[in-house]
């Protein structure tokens, strides 16, 4: 559906290279617990089951870098309530505003991450006449919080709507893509949407997870059906692709071909149910390069600020 909008990389984007420099790496051991959950899937898949469904929800929060600090800076800090949300927790969210005027731009991380990784968008689209904001969504980045899941992503989206909503557009990044799909199947949050590496299956990540956690099979079938049962919803329904198919906005999204941690072939398929949407594929930016490549970050930006199309849109790349 709407392949003849797409642009490739060549078409749509210079192409972006990295010079890369090599570097021996000892590997690490695995930590004691992980050997200890092997051995306890082997013994008794359910329980391991279960102390995996807890790690899974659990994201490891990592340092601001400087960069970030200085970006939130010139942000005015605000708290936004999240009790009108079923699954963000009880702690109101930390949130970032950029300007005074102007349609207003929400920036969304993805898992593990912080609002102010999309703070390169900032200036080029306060220089457009808009206003930005991010968040950091339920334990993660200033936070509070002990566990996260794809829902509270999508609860803090709904949230931001709001608190400050209508968007103009939404600026994501790897799970942001996804939670900002199932946000808009319960609200019109955003006229447009950008998408930088997206996932399209929350079973993605569990393959991973499983696999670095040494577990079985089963076990992960088991934290699948866990995960069904803590949020009322199959996975099978939460495929992006399935969701993105009802969607009419415009879309762009953007995908590294070196994309190690969400394969290229996941942004692909997103673009490819969503009608009319455009797909620009890089080189040698991987998953979080991408979010700072200057032809990138003036592609999204340029369609953040293209017409809607009650104005006149027509799904033609730029």
């Known amino acids: 559906m709407g392949s003849e909008h797409?642009?490739?990389?060549?078409?749509?984007?210079?192409?972006?290279?990295?010079?890369?420099?090599?570097?021996?790496?000892?590997?690490r051991r695995r930590p004691r617990w992980v050997a200890a959950l092997g051995m306890l899937d082997r013994a008794w898949p359910e329980a391991a089951a279960r102390l995996a469904f807890d790690l899974f929800l659990r994201p490891r929060r990592f340092p601001r870098p400087a960069r970030e600090l200085a970006q939130l800076a010139g942000a005015r800090t605000i708290l936004v309530p999240t009790d009108?949300?079923?699954?963000?927790?009880?702690?109101?969210l930390r949130a970032w505003v950029w300007g005074?005027?102007?349609?207003?731009?929400?920036?969304?991380?993805?898992?593990?991450?912080?609002?102010?990784?999309?703070?390169?968008?900032?200036?080029?689209?306060?220089?457009?006449?808009?206003?930005v904001?991010?968040?950091?969504?339920?334990?993660?980045?200033?936070?509070?919080?002990?566990?996260?899941?794809?829902?509270?992503?999508?609860d803090a989206i709904l949230a931001m709507h709001a608190s400050l909503g209508p968007f103009r557009a939404l600026i994501t990044h790897s799970m942001g893509g996804a939670a900002a799909l199932l946000a808009a199947e319960q609200h019109a949050v955003a006229e447009r949407y950008a998408m930088l590496c997206p996932p399209n299956d929350v079973r993605d990540f569990?393959?991973?997870?499983?696999?670095?956690?040494?577990?079985?099979?089963?076990?992960?079938?088991?934290?699948?059906?866990?995960?069904?049962?803590?949020?009322?919803?199959?996975?099978?329904?939460?495929?992006?692709?399935l969701l993105a198919e009802r969607r009419t906005e415009p879309l762009l999204v953007v995908h590294d071909r070196d994309d190690k941690d969400v394969p290229l072939e996941r942004g692909v398929a997103i673009a490819h149910a969503w009608p009319g949407a455009e797909l620009v594929v890089t080189e040698g930016l991987g998953h979080r390069r991408v979010l700072h490549d200057p032809a990138v970050v003036s592609r999204v930006v340029d369609h953040v600020a293209g017409p809607s199309r009650s104005t006149g849109w027509t799904g033609a790349p730029a």
């Open 6 to 27: 797409r642009a490739s990389g060549r078409e749509g984007l210079e192409k972006s290279t990295t010079v890369r420099s090599l570097r021996v790496v000892q590997p």
């Open 206 to 241: 569990t393959a991973e997870a499983t696999k670095l956690l040494g577990l079985s099979e089963a076990t992960r079938a088991a934290v699948h059906r866990r995960l069904e049962r803590r949020f009322g919803v199959p996975l099978e329904a939460m495929r992006a692709p």
């Open 100 to 131: 005074d005027d102007g349609p207003l731009v929400l920036l969304v991380h993805g898992w593990q991450g912080r609002g102010a990784q999309l703070g390169t968008f900032v200036e080029p689209l306060l220089a457009r006449g808009m206003r």
């Open 133 to 154: 904001a991010t968040f950091d969504a339920p334990a993660h980045g200033d936070t509070p919080g002990a566990s996260a899941s794809l829902f509270s992503f999508r």
């Open 84 to 92: 009108r949300t079923a699954h963000a927790g009880p702690a109101p």
